[in-house]
């Protein structure tokens, strides 16, 4: 079976990620990994046995063994990694959210013209079995036309601590469910209103709650709230809940399916988006990056999520962050 060699450039705690699953999967073969920092370089490359390492993204694209890069570099770091390696002819994941701002989106986008590899951004919500469920009964007219979409995805203040000094509660993980929402409906962002509340003091508001207008007359608000108190027994709470003129969906993911009690406390351990199991990592990103090296193996351009979409939720989230500044309603699309 022939296996594609592949890089994976940005070794953060999801970098990490990304080289653990890919290091399991059959149909990949994980040639190379790239970080600037050496120490952290040679500790990733001997854990999961990467034979090659590279301390700039530029070397790594010029290796010409490597045809599929991931890209896991802090958002402001996607543009020019993203546009080099475009232009290398490399196979391309990139994480979410797509880039900064919606204007280096679009030069993403530009990018792309006359490109004949497979280019997919991350949006792990997709591969997660609950919301894709729920796509599939909403396109079968199960609840009719949407009329409200509410989300929440809320973090403890301690998991939120060092991530706050480089990107907003919005962006970070108001992404997510507004592309979600996006996906529900079909539609497009008019406009939106958000309000975020500073706690700590750092560089970013702790609390982010928006409220969208989609074209198609539905309403959606989205709550992230990065200021959970100490002892919250877990790292995610995501919920949905749509509703339409037929019928509803809520959506309790990851929940807490699974339970400890020990001396510590509660703890309610992810079992959805990349759980340990004996034979390696598993969940929603060994399905995304299990679908991409596919499309990639079959010459195919992945179609769950398109460049497009990827943008609109950006541009979306991008809203918000200016709504909440400035406490004023943004309008999108006029």
């Not at 002819?89 to 989106?105: D, I, Q, R, S």
């Not at 009329?147 to 203040?157: H, K, Q, T």
């Not at 592309?179 to 702790?206: C, F, K, N």
């Not at 989609?214 to 995610?236: D, Q, S």
Request: proline share 5%.
């Amino acid at each position: 079976m022939r296996r594609v060699k592949y890089g994976v450039i940005g070794l953060g705690f999801f970098g990490e990620k990304h080289v653990e699953v890919l290091s399991a999967l059959p149909q990949v073969e994980l040639t190379a990994v790239c970080t600037r920092r050496e120490g952290r370089l040679q500790e990733v490359a001997h854990k999961y046995g990467v034979p090659r390492t590279y301390t700039d993204y530029q070397h790594l694209l010029n290796d010409k063994d490597i045809e599929a890069v991931s890209i896991v570099t802090h958002v402001n770091d996607h543009l020019q990694p993203t546009l080099a390696a475009l232009a290398a002819g490399k196979h391309v994941f990139l994480e979410k959210p797509m880039a900064a701002t919606t204007e280096e989106c679009t030069r993403l986008i530009q990018a792309l013209e006359g490109y004949t590899g497979a280019f997919m951004v991350g949006h792990i919500c997709r591969f997660d079995p609950a919301y894709a469920l729920a796509k599939r009964h909403i396109d079968e007219g199960k609840i009719g036309k949407i009329l409200s979409i509410y989300a929440r995805r809320n973090i403890p203040a301690a998991v939120s601590q060092s991530v706050l000094a480089s990107i907003s509660p919005f962006m970070g993980d108001g992404v997510h469910d507004v592309d979600i929402m996006l996906w529900y409906t079909g539609s497009a962002v008019e406009s939106v209103y958000a309000q975020a509340i500073d706690v700590r003091g750092l560089a970013h508001p702790d609390i982010g709650w928006s409220m969208y207008r989609f074209v198609g007359g539905a309403v959606g608000v989205t709550e992230n709230n990065w200021c959970l108190p100490p002892g919250t027994p877990f790292e995610l709470d995501a919920r949905m809940e749509v509703v339409g003129d037929k019928g509803a969906i809520y959506i309790n993911s990851p929940g807490q399916p699974l339970a400890i009690n020990t001396a510590d406390g509660w703890r309610y351990p992810d079992t959805v988006y990349w759980p340990r199991m004996e034979t390696g990592r598993t969940g929603a990103l060994k399905e995304e990056l299990t679908y991409f090296a596919g499309c990639i193996l079959k010459g195919e351009k992945p179609g769950i999520i398109t460049p497009e979409e990827s943008r609109a939720a950006v541009a979306a989230v991008e809203a918000a962050e200016r709504s909440a500044q400035t406490g004023e309603i943004v309008r999108i699309t006029k």
